[in-house]
């Protein structure tokens, strides 16, 4: 049996995601969790983990606290970094960096860090990790069970985000929507874009090789929600693109789901993608047909098609 220490007192996320990473790589070894100050004893031990607690980061000696510097980076990153899958995690879950920043800087830096302020944070407070962390902070032993698995899920996206980045650059395919319009990233195999940070690490990716260039409009397979239902096609905008609006699509044949906000809609695998895109277009001057589902359309754009 092997011991993992962290801090007693409330629950954070950085020592509960500490615990469920050491787990989640050593999946062959069973573990003690102890909420509680480490002795000096435990400090010198290079068997015990102690993190988020005892003022020390050395990795060697399996002790990871980030308290004694100002700023940094916090318990669960250095354990991310010490076991080389930091930038996957990042990458696949880019709330974690937040995270991070929020409990070595505080709330002001935090909500800057992601264009807010402090008192809009209270909106982004998750009920399902509050009561996670309740539950593990109510025990001096909590059992493993539920931190493992968090960290055996966080491990396996930040593992198959590199494969699933390698199959998309293979059937990737970006097209002009024309002017202002941008491009429009067309992925036909489900397996690859079953997490759109997945898509949006290629997004990225394409974007700094090209640069001026942005990709604006995805189109991505549909999961079947009941069985035998047809998967038909999510066409999602980026960054809620101001010239691009899918709740334009309501009503249209072939369309099976509008968001009213404008950013998603689903449509019939055989809906032509172009009367789609060209659907949802906003001209630059906004103005519309009488008929809301046919658009009108920059004269640059009308001479091209």
Not at 32 to 47: A, F, K, L, V
């Given at each position: ?28 070894d069973d573990f003690e969790i102890c909420r509680r100050d480490p002795t000096p004893e435990d400090m010198e031990n290079p ?46 879950m880019p709330q974690m960096a937040f995270k991070s920043v929020m409990d ?202």
């Amino acid at each position: 049996m092997k011991t993992i220490i962290t801090h007693g007192g409330k629950a954070h996320f950085d020592d509960f995601a500490a615990v469920a990473l050491i787990l989640a790589c050593n999946p062959a070894d069973d573990f003690e969790i102890c909420r509680r100050d480490p002795t000096p004893e435990d400090m010198e031990n290079p068997e015990i983990w102690v993190v988020d607690i005892g003022r020390q980061h050395c990795p060697e000696k399996k002790k990871f606290d980030h308290h004694q510097y100002q700023g940094g980076e916090c318990a669960f990153v250095l354990v991310a970094r010490h076991f080389g899958i930091w930038d996957g995690l990042n990458t696949e879950m880019p709330q974690m960096a937040f995270k991070s920043v929020m409990d070595t800087r505080g709330p002001q830096i935090a909500a800057a860090y992601i264009g807010l302020q402090a008192k809009d944070l209270i909106n982004m407070l998750s009920p399902l990790e509050t009561a996670v962390l309740a539950d593990f902070g109510a025990s001096a032993t909590p059992e493993p069970g539920l931190p493992r698995a968090i960290g055996n899920y966080w491990l396996k996206a930040a593992a198959d985000l590199k494969q699933r980045l390698e199959d998309i650059r293979l059937i990737a395919v970006v097209e002009p929507l024309g002017d202002e319009y941008g491009y429009m990233l067309v992925l036909d195999e489900v397996c690859c874009c079953d997490s759109m940070f997945g898509v949006s690490a290629f997004k990225a990716e394409w974007e700094a090789a090209n640069p001026g260039k942005i990709i604006t409009v995805s189109v991505t397979p549909e999961k079947a929600r009941i069985s035998g239902d047809v998967p038909g096609k999510n066409v999602y905008r980026f960054d809620d693109f101001p010239l691009i609006d899918f709740s334009r699509l309501k009503g249209m044949p072939g369309v099976k789901f509008t968001h009213k906000s404008g950013f998603l809609a689903i449509i019939n695998a055989g809906i032509s993608l172009r009367t789609v895109i060209d659907t949802a277009k906003i001209g630059a001057s906004g103005r519309i047909k009488e008929n809301p589902l046919f658009l009108t359309r920059p004269a640059s754009i009308a001479a091209s098609a």
